[in-house]
């Protein structure tokens, strides 16, 4: 079992930014990549951004890209999102969530983002 906590969401300003944390506790050995997603009201989860243990080059969704950075620490268990240039539109519960090699998927509780214009 792997166990996620996030922090680090709240209200911000348009063009702001904020930084997404989430720490990782359990097994987390067997972790392969970390990613990010996020839920809008009224709409579906939609992929973010994730990261490999390997290192390769990170992925992001097209509406983030070029504003949003996501990186890992294996050391302390962590994934942060580093979002800038915030639009409302990036309004949205924003949850962590981390595949190990074995194929199994864990998610957090997720955190609130608001981005008022």
């Known amino acids: 079992q792997v166990q996620l906590a996030e922090s680090g969401g709240g209200l911000v300003q348009a063009g702001g930014s904020l930084r997404l944390s989430c720490a990782a506790s359990?097994?987390?050995?067997?972790?392969?990549?970390m990613k990010w997603f996020r839920q809008a009201p009224g709409k579906e989860r939609e992929f973010v951004a994730s990261?490999?243990?390997?290192?390769?080059?990170?992925v992001y969704a097209d509406s983030v890209k070029g504003r949003f950075t996501i990186s890992r620490d294996d050391a302390k268990n962590t994934v942060t999102l580093q979002m800038n240039s915030l639009k409302p539109e990036d309004t949205a519960v924003y949850y962590c969530?981390?595949?190990?090699?074995?194929?199994?998927?864990?998610w957090g509780q997720g955190t609130q983002v608001t981005v008022a214009s």
């Open positions: 969530n981390v595949r190990t090699f074995g194929a199994n998927n864990y």
């Open positions: 359990g097994r987390t050995y067997s972790i392969n990549a």
């Open positions: 990261i490999t243990r390997s290192g390769s080059t990170p």
